[in-house]
């Protein structure tokens, strides 16, 4: 599998260099092609065919994600994101501060660039099962996994609508329920689908990139589930529930806007839920979570 490589030119940083050696790997064990920042800067239509063919990995050195804005300002879709800083801060070791990378760094490089091997085969994996199993009739773009046989999903009808100055809020009148967070969560049985409110969405603007879980992991109510970003901001979505991932909305990952288009329908992540009656005391229903959205949205124009 061919796809492209976004890393940070931050040279004057170990991290920096860390993530120039995971593209190397990349290019040299994966077959993955290099785009240079700097002429993705300068002259970005040079790369508009193959960001349209390709998938594209970012790896960035730091939390200042050189790599990421510069991806988001060519509004290329990015398949899979990481950060050599937060990566090596999980893995409680230390970085040398030299810029050229002794054994143990080269070794963190290795280590990173198999990990996101792993994650680009897992995916196109998956693209490939969903597509032998797609049915023939067209399916909405939020389907991107089949659905578990059982109680359905239903598309909300019914609204409550916030308005603020020039701003309009969407809220659904029943169905789904809503934390403190601005992520909301639709029960079908024993099954639970997450995503984020109309009004959050309107506060991080364009959307550029969902980074999903992987299905299988467990996940508590207010752990973060996921993150979505924008060209404003970077949202990690805290889980209104607890359970286990059993699918991930892979339709984002092409068309991360669609959540701008419909945050309701674009739902992110599916889990089986593990601890319902707990986690309901903790949630709120649309028209109370409404009422709270008119206060945010008063405290946003106060502090604009």
């Given at each position: 599998?061919?796809?492209?490589?976004?890393?940070?030119?931050?040279?004057?940083?170990?991290?920096?260099?860390?993530?120039?050696?995971?593209?190397?790997?990349?290019?040299?064990?994966?077959?993955?092609?290099i785009?240079?920042?700097?002429?993705?800067?300068?002259?970005?239509?040079r790369?508009?065919?193959?960001?349209?063919?390709?998938?594209?990995v970012?790896?960035?050195?730091?939390?200042?994600?050189?790599?990421?804005?510069?991806?988001a300002?060519?509004?290329?879709?990015?398949a899979?994101k990481?950060?050599?800083a937060?990566?090596?801060?999980?893995?409680?070791?230390?970085?040398?501060?030299?810029?050229?990378?002794?054994?143990?760094?080269?070794?963190?490089?290795?280590?990173?660039?198999?990990?996101?091997?792993?994650?680009?085969?897992?995916?196109?994996?998956?693209?490939?099962?969903?597509?032998?199993?797609a049915?023939?009739?067209p399916v909405?773009?939020?389907?991107?996994a089949?659905?578990?046989?059982?109680?359905?999903?239903?598309?909300?009808?019914?609204?409550?609508?916030?308005?603020?100055?020039?701003?309009?809020?969407?809220?659904?009148?029943?169905?789904?329920?809503?934390?403190?967070?601005?992520?909301?969560?639709?029960?079908?049985?024993?099954?639970?689908?997450?995503?984020?409110?109309?009004?959050?969405?309107?506060r991080?603007?364009?959307?550029?990139?969902?980074?999903?879980?992987?299905v299988g992991?467990?996940?508590?109510?207010?752990?973060?589930?996921?993150?979505?970003?924008?060209?404003?901001?970077?949202?990690?979505v805290?889980s209104?529930?607890?359970?286990?991932?059993?699918?991930?909305?892979l339709?984002?990952?092409?068309?991360?806007?669609?959540?701008?288009?419909?945050?309701?329908?674009?739902?992110?992540?599916?889990?089986?839920?593990?601890a319902?009656?707990?986690?309901?005391?903790?949630l709120?229903?649309?028209?109370?979570?409404?009422?709270?959205?008119?206060r945010?949205?008063?405290?946003?124009?106060?502090?604009?």
């Open positions: 599998m061919s796809y492209l490589v976004l890393a940070c030119s931050g040279l004057d940083k170990a991290e920096g260099s860390v993530s120039r050696e995971v593209a190397l790997v990349l290019a040299e064990e994966a077959g993955a092609d785009v240079c920042p700097v002429a993705l800067a300068r002259t970005p239509a790369y508009k065919r193959a960001l349209a063919e390709k998938r594209l970012v790896v960035d050195g730091c939390a200042t994600r050189c790599a990421a804005k510069l991806a300002a060519a509004e290329a879709d990015v899979h990481l950060i050599v937060d990566v090596v801060k999980a893995s409680g070791a230390a970085l040398a501060p030299d810029l050229r990378l002794g054994p143990d760094a080269l070794e963190l490089a290795r280590k990173m660039s198999d990990e996101i091997r792993t994650r680009m085969t897992a995916a196109a994996t998956q693209r490939r099962v969903a597509a032998v199993a049915p023939a009739a909405p773009a939020a389907a991107a089949d659905q578990p046989a059982g109680e359905a999903f239903t598309t909300p009808s019914d609204f409550v609508v916030i308005v603020h100055d020039k701003y309009e809020f969407r809220v659904p009148s029943t169905g789904f329920l809503f934390n403190a967070n601005d992520v909301w969560v639709q029960t079908a049985g024993d099954r639970a689908r997450v995503g984020i409110s109309d009004y959050m969405q309107q991080l603007t364009d959307i550029t990139y969902v980074d999903l879980p992987q992991a467990a996940v508590e109510q207010f752990d973060e589930v996921c993150t979505v970003e924008s060209t404003k901001a970077a949202f990690e805290v209104p529930v607890s359970g286990t991932v059993t699918a991930v909305n339709a984002l990952e092409d068309t991360p806007e669609a959540i701008n288009e419909d945050p309701y329908g674009s739902w992110l992540v599916e889990l089986q839920l593990s319902w009656d707990e986690d309901r005391t903790l709120v229903e649309g028209p109370a979570y409404a009422t709270e959205v008119e945010k949205a008063a405290e946003d124009a106060e502090n604009a």
